[in-house]
C-alpha cells in the first residue's frame, strides 16, 4: 500500500457504502484522482446485506453491479479496505490524513478457489449476516465482495489453521507475514461517508431481543430471505426452525424515544411494508403480517407502495406501540402487549416471528472524526463552512434511503470537486 501517491488535488473517500462509492465515481468520472478507505475486507456497505429495494422491489445486486464495474474501469480511483482514518491535520486544501491499514494475509494473486476455506476448520461468527450463522476462518466476506479477495481472521494467524490454509493455497496468495501499518496520504478535500448501523435492540428491554429467540430485527429478516444468507432464503424462525407465517412488525423500535434514540429513522416504517411483502412472497394467502405502529411515515413517492401494503388482505395494522413482550416457552411463540390506541383496545397477541424495525444511528459520531466538523444532537454530520473541506454524505448526515443517500454522496462530491478546483488554480 505504500504505494499509493495521493496529493492536495486527490479527494479522499472515508466509507464505501453505495453513498461513498457514488461519491468517489462522480468525482473520478469528472477526471479527479480518489482515494476511497473503507474499514471493512470489502465495499458495498449495508444496501449489499439488503434482499430487495423498497420501493421497486428489485435485486441491490443489480446497481451493485454497474457500480462496480464503473469503479473498475476507473484507473483515477484507487480502493484500499481493512482501512481506518486514524489522524487528520491541515486545512482545505492541504490535508494531511493517516490511515491504519490491517493485513487482510491475502495478496493480490488470489484468485477466489476456495481452497483455503476448504481446508480450515476453524469458524468464526459471519458478521455479514448479523452473526446469524458461523462461517470458516478463511472466507470471502460475500458473493459479490470486491475486492474478490479472501481473507483470514486474526484470530487464526500463528496457528496449525493458518498453515493449512496456507498449504492449500497454490497461487502463493497467503501472506502470513502481513503486518498493520499506517500511512499517510495528502488530500485536497474529504467526503466522509460511514453511515449507520442498527440501534442495539438489546436496549430495548421490554422487547426481549436479548431473551427471546423469535424476537429479531429488521437487518436480520433481510438477511433470512436471502438465498445466501443464513437460512438458505427460508422464513424460519430461530428457536425451532418452525415457517414463521404469522409475522409482527414493531415500528419505531429505539427511535423516537427519549429513552433511546430521539429521531425517527425515517426508513423503518418503508423497511416493515416491504418485510410485509416477503411474508407473501414464502406464504402467499397463508401469510399474515400484523404492523403495530405510532404513524406510518411514507413520504412523498413511498405512498404508493404504502396503499398498495393497506390493500393487501394478509397484512394489518394495529395503532399501538407495543409495551412488552413475552414467549411461550412450550411452544415459542412471542406475545405481543399493549393497548390499541384505536379504540382502546387491551390486546395480547400471539405471533411466530416478531421483527423489530430498528432505529438507525450514525456508525461514527461526529463528534468524533479526527479533524473535527459539526454535529447534530444524534451524532449526524451538519453541513457547516467550519467543517472546511470535509462534507458529509449519505447516512453520515442522517437517516436516508438509498436514493436520498446517493442525492446526498453527489453533493458532497461537487462541493470536493469545487475545492480541487480552486486548488488547481492556487485559488486555495
Ligand atoms: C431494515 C432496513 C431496510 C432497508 N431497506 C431499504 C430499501 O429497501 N431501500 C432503500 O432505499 N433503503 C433501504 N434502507 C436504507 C439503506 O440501508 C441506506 O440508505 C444505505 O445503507 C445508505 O448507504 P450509506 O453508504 O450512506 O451507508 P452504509 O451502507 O452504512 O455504508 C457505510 C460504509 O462505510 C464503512 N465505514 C463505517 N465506518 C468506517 C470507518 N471508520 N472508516 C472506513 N469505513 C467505514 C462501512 O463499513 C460501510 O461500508 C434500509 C435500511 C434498513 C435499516
Ligand atoms: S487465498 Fe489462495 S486458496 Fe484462498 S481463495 Fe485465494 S487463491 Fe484460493
Ligand atoms: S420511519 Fe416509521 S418506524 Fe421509523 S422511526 Fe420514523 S415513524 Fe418510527
Known amino acids: 500500500m505504500a504505494g499509493v501517491v495521493a496529493t492536495n488535488e486527490?479527494?479522499?473517500?472515508?466509507?464505501?457504502?453505495?453513498?461513498?462509492?457514488?461519491?468517489?465515481?462522480?468525482?473520478?468520472?469528472?477526471?479527479?484522482?480518489?482515494?476511497?478507505?473503507?474499514?471493512?475486507p470489502s465495499i458495498g456497505g449495508r444496501v449489499s446485506q439488503l434482499y430487495k429495494y423498497f420501493p421497486k422491489l428489485c435485486h441491490p445486486t443489480c446497481g451493485m453491479e454497474i457500480n462496480l464495474r464503473r469503479i473498475k474501469a476507473n484507473k483515477r480511483l484507487r480502493v484500499m479496505t481493512l482501512a481506518e482514518v486514524e489522524k487528520i491535520d491541515g486545512k482545505a486544501g492541504d490535508y494531511s490524513v493517516s490511515i491504519r491499514l490491517k493485513p487482510r494475509y491475502v495478496n493480490e494473486n488470489c484468485t477466489a478457489c476456495g481452497a483455503c476455506g476448504e481446508a480450515v476448520s476453524a469458524e468464526i461468527d459471519n458478521p455479514f449476516n448479523y452473526k446469524l450463522n458461523r462461517m470458516k476462518a478463511a472466507?470471502?466476506?460475500?458473493?459479490?465482495?470486491?475486492?474478490?479477495?479472501?481473507?483470514?481472521?486474526?484470530?487464526?494467524?500463528?496457528?496449525?489453521?493458518?498453515?493449512?490454509?496456507?498449504?492449500?493455497?497454490?497461487?502463493?496468495?497467503?501472506?502470513?507475514?502481513?503486518?498493520?501499518?499506517?500511512?499517510?496520504?495528502?488530500?485536497?478535500?474529504?467526503?466522509?461517508?460511514?453511515?449507520?448501523?442498527?440501534?442495539?435492540?438489546?436496549?430495548?428491554?421490554?422487547?426481549?431481543?436479548?431473551?427471546?429467540?423469535?424476537?429479531?430485527?429488521?437487518?436480520?429478516?433481510?438477511?433470512?430471505?436471502?438465498?445466501?444468507?443464513?437460512?438458505?432464503?427460508?422464513?424460519?424462525?430461530?428457536?425451532?426452525?418452525?415457517?414463521?407465517?404469522?409475522?409482527?412488525?414493531?415500528?419505531?423500535?429505539?427511535?423516537?424515544?427519549?429513552?433511546?434514540?430521539?429521531?425517527?429513522?425515517?426508513?423503518?416504517?418503508?423497511?416493515?411494508?416491504?418485510?410485509?411483502?416477503?411474508?407473501?412472497?414464502?406464504?402467499?394467502?397463508?401469510?399474515?403480517?400484523?404492523?403495530?405502529?405510532?404513524?406510518?411515515?411514507?413520504?412523498?413517492?413511498?405512498?404508493?407502495?404504502?396503499?398498495?401494503?393497506?390493500?393487501?388482505?394478509?397484512?394489518?395494522?394495529?395503532?399501538?406501540?407495543?409495551?412488552?413482550?413475552?414467549?411461550?416457552?412450550?411452544?415459542?411463540?412471542?406475545?405481543?402487549?399493549?393497548?390499541?390506541?384505536?379504540?382502546?383496545?387491551?390486546?395480547?397477541?400471539?405471533?411466530?416471528?416478531?421483527?423489530?424495525?430498528?432505529g438507525m444511528e450514525p456508525n461514527v459520531d461526529a463528534r468524533s472524526i479526527p479533524g473535527g466538523v459539526h454535529a447534530d444532537a444524534s451524532g449526524f454530520i451538519e453541513a457547516d463552512p467550519a467543517n472546511g473541506a470535509i462534507f458529509g454524505a449519505g447516512c453520515a448526515t442522517n437517516a436516508l434511503d438509498v436514493n436520498r443517500a446517493v442525492q446526498s454522496a453527489t453533493a458532497a462530491s461537487l462541493r470536493a470537486i469545487q475545492v480541487i478546483n480552486k486548488v488547481s488554480r492556487a485559488e486555495v
Open 10 to 40: 486527490t479527494i479522499l473517500v472515508v466509507g464505501g457504502g453505495i453513498s461513498g462509492m457514488t461519491a468517489a465515481l462522480e468525482a473520478a468520472e469528472c477526471g479527479k484522482n480518489v482515494v476511497l478507505v473503507e474499514k471493512n
Open 139 to 358: 472466507y470471502l466476506p460475500f458473493t459479490m465482495a470486491y475486492p474478490q479477495r479472501y481473507v483470514l481472521d486474526p484470530s487464526i494467524i500463528g496457528t496449525a489453521e493458518a498453515e493449512k490454509a496456507k498449504g492449500a493455497c497454490k497461487y502463493s496468495a497467503i501472506d502470513l507475514d502481513a503486518k498493520e501499518e499506517v500511512i499517510t496520504l495528502k488530500v485536497g478535500a474529504i467526503v466522509w461517508a460511514t453511515g449507520w448501523r442498527p440501534y442495539d435492540a438489546a436496549k430495548i428491554q421490554p422487547y426481549g431481543y436479548d431473551r427471546y429467540a423469535n424476537v429479531i430485527t429488521s437487518v436480520e429478516f433481510e438477511r433470512m430471505m436471502d438465498p445466501f444468507g443464513p437460512t438458505g432464503g427460508k422464513l424460519l424462525r430461530p428457536s425451532d426452525g418452525k415457517e414463521a407465517k404469522d409475522v409482527a412488525f414493531i415500528q419505531c423500535a429505539g427511535s423516537r424515544d427519549r429513552n433511546h434514540l430521539k429521531h425517527c429513522s425515517r426508513i423503518c416504517c418503508m423497511a416493515s411494508l416491504k418485510q410485509s411483502t416477503y411474508v407473501n412472497e414464502q406464504f402467499g394467502d397463508q401469510a399474515k403480517s400484523t404492523i403495530y405502529y405510532i404513524d406510518i411515515r411514507a413520504i412523498d413517492r413511498f405512498e404508493d407502495f404504502y396503499q398498495k401494503v393497506l390493500a393487501n388482505p394478509t397484512v394489518k395494522f394495529v395503532k399501538s406501540k407495543v409495551a412488552n413482550i413475552t414467549d411461550d416457552k412450550a411452544n415459542g411463540d412471542v406475545i405481543l402487549h399493549g393497548v390499541d390506541t384505536e379504540g382502546y383496545h387491551r390486546y395480547d397477541n400471539r405471533h411466530d416471528l416478531c421483527v423489530l424495525a430498528i
